[in-house]
């Protein structure tokens, strides 16, 4: 099927909030390369809608559920004005319905912003001189895929099982030096109504997400989209702990340990 057949199929199931088999199921010889050209064809469908890119999110970075997952590669897809919630910190929490989304899953994760584009090969530096803000975020991920079974150019294809970005305040990275050692040595503490359900430091993030955005940069360069990174993006670098499953109903938060950021509150509850 062509790319843009397969994206028009993949967006009416995200549309339709149901569920599709793997495209991988059918066409054993869809692979990566294929898989961002529907990815093409997919970003393409939205703008041409009105949804609008405002960043990347980096799926699969954490090596430690790789083989969860059955997924053994980072992968990359576009972010969305209308996906993307900018939250505050602070005792009132964030909120979204968890019903909006297919078989959701929550992800605390480390969140760039981008003052002017990375190039492949450069090192962390450098690379932390394209970034002019760090915040933490929870990426809410969905499945069109049963159960979430799939290979990894499926994932591609449906926009990097992105559902929603909740982005809390970001910090100038005033202090270079400061920012490179933290950011490789900070833990992440997620809570479910209270109860602490998983811990995860930054080396689980391919060392670190400065590393995670070398990797997404040499990656894209490898791989071009008809969009590549901007000034003013914002790159989710991948969840520190593993994902879990969320429904309404539940207030998670997150307790954050050698980053000069705020944890955050997300509640889920059905929409008024």
């Known amino acids: 099927m062509p790319p843009a057949d397969l994206g028009v199929t993949i967006l009416?199931?995200?549309?339709?909030?149901?569920?599709?088999?793997?495209?991988?199921?059918?066409?054993?010889?869809?692979?990566?390369?294929?898989?961002?050209?529907?990815?093409?064809?997919?970003?393409?469908?939205?703008?041409?809608?009105?949804?609008?890119?405002?960043?990347?999110?980096?799926?699969?970075?954490?090596?430690?559920?790789?083989d969860e997952y059955d997924v053994h590669a980072p992968i990359w897809g576009p972010i969305y004005?209308?996906?993307?919630?900018h939250a505050q910190s602070g005792a009132a929490p964030a909120r979204l319905d968890a019903a909006a989304f297919i078989e959701p899953r929550i992800e605390p994760e480390i969140v760039f912003r981008i003052a002017r584009p990375p190039?492949?090969?450069?090192?962390?530096?450098?690379l932390l001189g394209c970034i002019d803000a760090v915040g933490h975020g929870f990426e809410i991920v969905q499945s069109i895929y049963p159960g979430w079974r799939f290979l990894a150019p499926d994932t591609v294809a449906a926009f990097a099982m992105h559902g929603a970005l909740a982005c809390g305040p970001l910090a100038p990275v005033d202090d270079p030096?400061?920012?490179?050692?933290?950011?490789?040595?900070?833990?992440?503490?997620?809570?479910?109504?209270?109860e602490t359900v998983d811990r995860g430091v930054a080396a689980n993030v391919l060392g670190g997400p400065i590393e995670a955005l070398r990797h997404f940069t040499a990656g894209l360069a490898e791989r071009p989209l008809a969009r590549g990174i901007e000034p003013g993006d914002l790159i989710a670098t991948g969840t520190v702990t593993r994902a879990f499953p969320v429904a309404n109903g539940e207030t998670w938060e997150t307790r954050i340990d050698g980053l000069p950021l705020p944890g955050m509150r997300l509640a889920f509850a059905p929409a008024s």
């Open 12 to 66: 009416a199931a995200l549309d339709e909030g149901r569920q599709i088999a793997p495209i991988t199921s059918g066409d054993a010889a869809f692979g990566l390369d294929a898989a961002y050209r529907v990815g093409d064809a997919v970003i393409a469908a939205r703008v041409a809608r009105g949804e609008t890119p405002v960043g990347w999110k980096l799926g699969f970075t954490n090596r430690t559920i790789w």
């Open 81 to 85: 004005d209308r996906t993307v919630i």
């Open 119 to 126: 190039a492949a090969g450069m090192d962390a530096r450098q």
């Open 177 to 194: 030096e400061a920012w490179l050692d933290a950011l490789s040595c900070f833990e992440i503490a997620l809570l479910r109504n209270g």
